[in-house]
């Protein structure tokens, strides 16, 4: 067997097209054809698209991400002699770009039997929009991150907006990530904030996947959760230089964000990920979806969402003794490290009212069949009293 341990010490840009076989009984691998990553690397993304001259190359932005690099990077590509064309996605009467079914056409309706590869430009939405659809349309895909905002870059999976509900569907990796951190420290603070917020929601996420692994049996794999926390780890202790704008702890950063969506890749499921802060996060952004309302940044939701299961593990540990066996991190430090980054301490400063806090409390659980907290609480008989005592906490009363 190969050393599976070896991988805590890679660095992320040495990592596409490692495999090993694993101790907790797969294989594991990275299937990205390249990342880079750092200061000034954007300049490479022609030579990095060689492979796939000849055909035209689709640049795909939003009305936002068109400004930071989407001229930019169709410019860069005219200028190295590829054939481009550059579509600029909106959702018409909604402040930000949707990755909807009508959006998906818009997509699809542009890719003509010329275009040989999707080159998204942004963070989020395009990101997921390009994953998807250029894994429909056997095409591959390259990114090029405007924001350290989430950490969907080298994930496989991509969510949609489809009827309304936020599912997540299966797609690609990208074959060439770029993530340039002169662009990356060019984004406004609640974007850095996002970021910084998705990453600690692991603290929660790997929680339920313990919990989810001794109480149903999952499988679990020590050494993806050991490289996902060691990178959480280490942006806690560089936050402040993040904030203040390093660009070394942006790389950080960055790279921390790029680690956890190819601890996805490695494990073939969101786990290490994503857990019941996500599908709080979710709940939030369904319901101002269906209300035709903006709702937070991704990493933003997930960070307060975090403090929430936290919150119920504080009062599950101490009746049941399997729940403290799978050491859930204490609310109040997670509040210290939001506090110190300027992000949400309630439901409320996020636009959530207590009244759909409490409904996601008792309900976020039925997004995804995944185990988490919010499931081991329900089959207690105790999600409804714990709702309402954790709303209590959250959204003011009780403290
Ligand atoms: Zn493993
Ligand atoms: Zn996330």
Redesign the pocket.
């Known amino acids: 067997m190969d050393d599976p341990r070896k991988i805590l010490t890679m660095k992320v840009g040495e990592m596409p097209g490692y495999g090993y076989d694993c101790s907790c009984g797969r294989h594991h691998s990275v299937d990205i054809n390249k990342i880079i990553s750092g200061s000034g690397v954007l300049k490479e993304l022609p030579e990095a698209l060689k492979p796939y001259a000849g055909r035209k190359m689709l640049v795909v932005a939003d009305n936002n991400t068109v400004e930071i690099g989407g001229h930019r990077v169709k410019a860069m590509l005219d200028e190295a002699g590829y054939d481009t064309d550059l579509l600029v996605l909106e959702t018409k009467g909604y402040p930000v770009l949707l990755p909807d079914e009508t959006t998906v056409g818009t997509l699809l309706i542009h890719i003509t039997d010329e275009v040989g590869i999707l080159i998204g430009v942004g963070s989020g939405t395009i990101n997921d929009l390009c994953k998807i659809v250029s894994y429909k349309m056997k095409l591959p895909f390259a990114i090029v991150g405007t924001a350290p905002s ?3 870059y080298a994930s496989v999976m991509a969510p949609l907006i489809v009827q309304r509900q936020k599912i997540t569907y299966p797609a690609h990796y990208p074959v060439i990530i770029v993530t340039d951190t002169d662009l990356l420290n060019t984004a406004p603070l609640i974007m850095k904030q996002a970021g910084f917020g ?1 990453v600690i ?1 692991k603290y929660t996420a790997l929680t339920d996947w313990r919990l989810a692994h001794k109480v149903k049996g999952d499988h679990y794999c020590a050494v993806t959760a050991e490289l996902v926390q060691n990178a959480v780890d280490d942006c806690v202790a560089n936050m402040d230089a993040y904030f203040g704008g390093s660009p070394e702890a942006v790389l950080k950063m960055n790279d921390t964000l790029l680690l956890t969506g190819i601890s996805i890749g490695l494990i073939g499921y969101t786990r290490p ?2 857990g019941s802060e ?1 599908h709080l996060a979710h709940f939030w952004e369904i319901d101002a979806i269906a209300r035709g309302v903006e709702h937070p940044l ?2 933003n939701s ?1 960070g307060l969402g975090s403090i929430a299961s936290a919150e119920v593990y504080k009062i599950m540990r101490t009746r049941f003794e399997v729940v403290d066996s799978v050491a859930p991190p204490d609310p109040d430090m997670l509040r210290e490290i939001y506090s110190r980054a300027g992000m949400a301490l309630t439901p409320m400063e996020l636009g959530v009212s207590p009244e759909l806090f409490k409904r996601s409390l008792n309900n976020g659980y039925r997004i995804r069949p995944r185990y988490t907290i919010f499931n081991f609480t329900m089959e207690q008989g105790m999600l409804p009293e714990i709702a309402d005592r954790v709303t209590e906490i959250m959204c003011g009363g009780a403290r």
């Open positions: 989430m950490d969907g998705d929601g990920a994503s996500h991704h990493g997930v």
